[in-house]
């Protein structure tokens, strides 16, 4: 199977690029720079060069392969309008194809709701999006009209890797003996999921004969920040300050992610394991913390 991947140097993009190859996969990397064709040929796989923001540069080549995988973002002002465009550029492009172009599109769990109680997010929850992340909800709504996509989307929680998300930056700020400064307070409920985990999902996803999905992914349904700070405490025998910001509500991406994090949500992946066969690695808090915090 061919792929064409964007955001491939990403910390999604990267481990799923790894994990395509591994399973037999070509895979294209649309690299914006010389630096990032280099850092995908080293994970094995091929450099296209475009930039999300020129989509003409880059969506022919994208639509001649098997499938599309969707991690990139410019988090720049206007990553709404880029994102929206290129995708749009994408599903006109795969009109003119015998076969609907399988795209996998990749969402997030802060377009969801927060939960309280016993409640939980599934497949079936309407959107309710941080600011930051409306545009995303209107891009799915579009993409998911029509048959010239065979479109999955994939909702990742919070991801974990060993210099990216919630667990790299709380045991970077024990080892500065600094307090965890974030939006949310010890009691908010935080998804998570590890990137590899997460790449296998995608690889499962494509794998799939039906492809018109909606699938949440997350090993650690829920787990408050508090109980998250206590694990990395006791990991590295140090005390963990967590100091609580207020959380704006920008539109902008990189402001707008306070937002995100205030958000105490859980959910429920029944109907993802059910539905591709996926079962994570690290589905345990212990075993996330003990992998990632180093």
């Not at 080293?42 to 080549?61: C, H, K, N, V, Y």
């Not at 969801?112 to 992340?133: D, H, L, M, R, Y």
């Not at 409306?134 to 999955?152: C, K, P, Q, W, Y």
């Not at 499962?204 to 492809?211: I, K, V």
């Amino acid at each position: 199977m061919d792929v064409f991947v964007t955001g491939g140097t990403g910390t999604i993009g990267a481990a799923v690029v790894k994990n395509l190859i591994s399973k037999g996969s070509r895979v294209i990397g649309l690299a914006r720079s010389e630096a990032s064709a280099d850092r995908l040929r080293a994970l094995g796989a091929s450099a296209f060069p475009g930039d999300l923001q020129t989509p003409e540069s880059w969506i022919g080549r994208a639509a001649s392969c098997d499938a599309v995988v969707h991690t990139g973002a410019t988090f720049t002002g206007d990553m709404g309008r880029i994102d929206r465009l290129s995708m749009l550029s994408l599903k006109q492009a795969a009109r003119h194809r015998k076969q609907p172009l399988k795209l996998v599109y990749t969402g997030g769990i802060w377009l969801f709701p927060a939960t309280a109680g016993t409640q939980v997010i599934t497949e079936k929850t309407p959107f309710s999006p941080i600011p930051a992340f409306r545009f995303m909800a209107e891009t799915i709504r579009t993409l998911s009209h029509g048959t010239d996509l065979n479109l999955v989307v994939i909702h990742p929680a919070l991801v974990c890797s060993l210099t990216e998300g919630p667990i790299a930056r709380m045991t970077e700020a024990l080892r500065d003996k600094k307090p965890f400064r974030t939006s949310a307070s010890p009691e908010t409920m935080w998804p998570l999921v590890e990137a590899d985990d997460l790449a296998s999902l995608y690889v499962l996803a494509l794998q799939q004969a039906r492809f018109r999905m909606t699938l949440l992914a997350s090993s650690i349904p829920g787990i408050s920040v508090g109980h998250l700070a206590a694990h990395i405490s006791a990991r590295h025998g140090l005390p963990l300050e967590i100091e609580t910001t207020e959380a704006g509500t920008s539109p902008e991406i990189q402001t707008g992610f306070d937002a995100g994090y205030a958000l105490s949500q859980q959910v429920d992946i029944a109907h993802t394991k059910r539905t591709v066969g996926w079962e994570p690695e690290f589905a345990t808090i212990e075993d996330l913390v003990v992998t990632l915090s180093r």
